[in-house]
């Protein structure tokens, strides 16, 4: 168990995320207290269309790193438990079920716990995930829509030089023509649902908003990986990204992306280093380490080594804009949300996309968090790895939880980490 | 529990032969004959597409005696130590009784085996990997996953065609659908003989007959069934508390064995080295790719893909048809998506008078939990409900 030494952050933007989400979540429980439908979706769910027609929700990823964070996890974890449910399955999916069970949320919840969702959605990405969708669907009286998953037959290679403006040789048309007319089924089920009119225009606004922000993403990417010293430290980076990208498509994402830039590139240009004596650059691989995010700086000061990489912003630098849009939204978004998948999880395309990451901000070694329980978030860790060490990256591989702190021993972390650090860092340097 | 009926049925026999040996034999001899071997992973592998083209499908069994130590290599912790076995047979040394590989996307874990297998190929040519086909099929029932699944079987029988090298006609095809079809109705005269109010099959040797099918000539398996279907009418009736046994593939008798030697009697599983994978004939009169697809979609929905709801109605209804007296489920560890059905099933099945258990997280082989026999035993004891033969 992690003792209550917390991150330091250092962004306004960080704070200023970590706020805003904190103010979007109480006017979330005023919509739902003034009676509007309120859907909660997994992840890899198409948001855009619940932003276009304004229909509130909640990711369930983003909250269950929330829940984790207020150190929750074990004790929806009980609920299960008591429920007749195992205690050591897909911890990041299934806290809100167990969440779905406490007779007590409203008070002792997170920011007064979840409201009650009149809609669960989620696609079929892992064997678990419908499962798990329609059992907290149930318990909290929610009606269930599931899309399904398929899979790339044709793998062309270095995803990131499509994703943006190539995006049709990226996808085999048929997986894109079935995407489509899934969104279509999901838009009608809202119509109905909710009452509210879908309407094209508005989504296409919301694609542009979502090209920007991710455009700055992209360039705040560039920025840290070019800086000498980097600016700031995935402590700060990986929480205030990630709490807007689950704004995205809204006025106010877009403008935190430019802000956060704008904040990180004054301080590069004022040569201000995060971690003054910077010498080693490592990357993070996996999931946040939401119950622990103390833990990336543990290595700052005897070794200065900085966290400088994770997937959070740079997956919002290269997987999400979609250039023409205009003349096809929903193919557009289809061109998004299916790959999301295969660009974190798929060899080939995860381990090159992590190779070429690596490279351009100068990593010097790789700590990479592999789930202990989650065949979703499976990726060939093998592949990345040896690819890694190919390119002369060493990599430290460990197997971890992202929400469940029960088995999670920051000390025996750190001594690892550290050692790692300097046999494999330091030592190959010197070699 | 094999008796010495079965034993000394000859149908029995060969059928026992061919299990014990896991097709090594058989592949060899369609090899020998000129033709091609197809190594199967899934149980949703359409396969009249290999036996229209005269490819032998083959699945690939776990082998309990593998070290894993060339799958520990690829494969993260959680893999299923089943499926680490039977991906190690194929990336391990040796001559393989294959010529090609088919993966269906049967659960989670053989979407990823076949994503390793994939990027072995092209990450380290020299590795023992086939040409391997994928079949994605969509299991939610709806008419667009529908035209989706066609397209890929359509796809899957060009496949066939290459690996055959001839053209695979409808006339080919109907007569597969025609084999397979005689080898189901064939497996469904054994399962009226477990389902019967006095079974004359047991859960072990119904596993062998189904199992042989794995790794023979269908229509030669389709024969023996028969055969032994015939002869099995007059075997002795067993006694004890029926089951039903819902979860992980059983490519051994060990988990059967120590179900029914505690006394119960399998009378049903949807299990897919049992019953579930011969369920549901293909339709003949249809144009094929849709039979085939109407086939694989329409089958008792599986544990690892259907939602709770799904799978709680399939499971109660199949256990009250077979008059369980009580339901096992067994899941492997690592294999998880199960446990997410069973609180809804357990109480679904009790509201019916059917009690059920939950075995989850068995090491492969099972043999390696030294406490499972004693549990399921107890389990066995619950069921009999203090009565000599339950």
Redesign the interface.
Same mark, same amino acid.
């Given at each position: 168990m992690a003792e209550e030494r917390r991150a330091v952050k250092t962004l306004k933007a960080a704070q200023e995320s970590g706020a805003y989400q904190k103010e979007w979540f109480r006017s979330l429980h005023d919509r739902v207290k003034a009676g509007e439908d309120f859907a909660y979706l997994n992840a890899d769910v198409p948001m855009e269309i619940f932003r276009a027609m304004d229909v509130p929700f909640c990711v369930n990823q983003w909250w269950a790193a929330i829940c984790s964070a207020k150190r929750m996890t074990p004790r929806y974890v009980n609920f299960l438990r008591e #429920?007749?449910?195992?205690d050591d399955?897909?911890s990041y999916c299934s806290a809100v079920l167990g969440e779905s069970l406490d007779p007590e949320d409203a008070e002792l919840g997170p920011w007064g716990g979840l409201p009650r969702p009149t809609m669960a959605v989620t696609r079929?990405t892992? &064997? @678990?995930q419908?499962?798990?969708f =329609?059992?907290l669907a149930r318990n909290y009286g929610a009606e269930l829509f599931?899309m399904?998953n398929?899979?790339p %037959?044709t +793998?062309p290679e270095n995803w990131w030089d499509l994703a943006t403006d190539r995006w049709e040789e990226l996808y085999d048309a &048929?997986r894109l023509d079935?995407a489509v007319?899934?969104l279509k &089924?999901l838009i009608s089920w809202l119509e109905r649902k909710t009452g509210r009119v879908f309407d094209y225009d508005r989504l296409i606004q919301v694609m542009a908003l979502i090209n920007e922000q991710e455009g700055w993403y992209r360039r705040t990417r560039d920025l840290i990986a070019a800086a000498p010293m980097a600016p700031v430290t995935v402590v700060d980076t990986i929480n205030a990204t990630m709490q807007a990208q689950w704004q995205r498509g809204t006025e106010w994402a877009a403008g935190h992306a430019r802000r956060m830039y704008e904040e990180i590139k004054a301080l590069a240009d004022a040569g201000h280093a995060a971690v003054p004596n910077e010498k080693y650059r490592l990357m993070w691989l996996g999931r946040g380490l939401w119950h622990d995010f103390a833990f990336y700086q543990n290595f700052e000061e005897k070794y200065g080594a900085a966290f400088v990489w994770s997937m959070y912003l740079a997956m919002g630098a290269d997987a999400y804009i979609r250039e023409g849009y205009e003349r096809d939204p929903l193919r557009a978004l289809a061109a998004r949300y299916i790959g999301m998948e295969d660009f974190l999880h798929? $060899? $080939?395309w995860n381990s090159g996309w992590f190779v070429r990451e690596a490279k351009n901000n100068r990593i010097d070694g790789v700590v990479y968090m #592999? $789930?202990?329980? @989650?065949? =979703?978030a +499976?990726e060939?860790?093998?592949?990345i790895v040896?690819a890694l060490e190919r390119a002369g990256i060493p990599v430290l591989l460990f %197997?971890g939880d992202p929400v469940d702190d029960r088995k999670w021993n920051r000390e025996n972390m750190t001594e690892l980490v550290g050692r790692f650090i300097e046999e494999r860092i330091i030592g190959g340097k010197e070699a | 529990m094999l008796r010495d009926c079965a034993l000394e049925n000859q149908a029995f026999r060969e059928l026992y032969r061919v299990w014990l040996d896991r097709g090594n034999g058989e592949a060899a001899a369609h090899r020998a004959r000129g033709g091609r071997v197809v190594g199967c992973l899934g149980a949703d592998v359409p396969e009249e597409y290999l036996l229209a083209g005269d490819l032998l499908p083959l699945r690939i069994a776990p082998d309990p005696r593998s070290d894993l130590a060339h799958a520990d290599r690829y494969l993260e912790a959680c893999f299923d130590p089943m499926v680490r076995s039977q991906f190690d047979r194929i990336v391990g040394p040796g001559e393989k009784p294959w010529d090609f590989l088919a993966v269906s996307n049967s659960t989670d874990v053989l979407v990823r085996t076949y994503l390793y297998l994939r990027e072995l190929r092209r990450t380290e040519p020299e590795a023992p990997v086939p040409d391997t086909a994928f079949i994605d099929w969509l299991f939610t029932p709806s008419e667009r996953f529908r035209r989706y699944n066609e397209a890929r079987a359509a796809e899957f029988r060009k496949k066939a065609e290459e690996w055959a090298g001839r053209p695979i006609t409808d006339a080919d095809l109907r007569e597969a659908v025609h084999v397979l079809n005689g080898e189901r109705s064939a497996m469904g005269r054994i399962y009226a003989l477990r389902q019967a109010e006095g079974p004359r099959v047991s859960g072990t040797e119904a596993l062998v007959i189904a199992g042989a099918g794995f790794y023979m000539d269908r229509a030669r398996h389709r024969d023996l069934v028969n055969a032994l279907a015939a002869e099995a009418e007059a075997w002795p009736v067993l006694k004890g508390p029926r089951l039903y046994f819902s979860g992980t593939e059983q490519y051994d008798l060990t988990v059967y064995s120590y179900l029914e030697e505690a006394g119960a009697v399998i009378v049903g599983e949807d299990q897919d080295c049992g019953m579930r994978y011969y369920c549901r004939l293909t339709d003949p009169e249809s144009p094929p790719e849709e039979a085939v697809v109407e086939r694989y979609m329409r089958r008792i929905p599986s544990p690892k893909k259907a939602t709770v709801t799904r799978r709680v109605e399939a499971l109660v209804c199949e256990a009250q048809e077979s008059r369980a007296r009580g339901v096992a489920v067994c899941m492997d560890q690592f294999e998880e998506a199960a446990s997410w059905d069973f609180p809804e099933e357990k109480r679904a099945l009790e509201a019916e008078g059917i009690r059920a258990a939950e075995f989850c997280k068995l090491p492969y082989p099972a043999e390696k939990d030294e406490t499972l026999r004693g549990r399921m035993a107890a389990f066995v004891e619950e069921l009999k409900g203090g009565t000599a033969d339950g």
């Open positions: #429920a007749g449910y195992r399955l897909c079929l892992c &064997d @678990c419908g499962k798990i =329609q059992l599931t399904e398929t899979l %037959r +793998v &048929d079935l007319e899934e &089924d798929m $060899p $080939p #592999a $789930p202990a329980n @989650c065949m =979703q +499976v060939g860790s093998g592949f040896k %197997r | -």
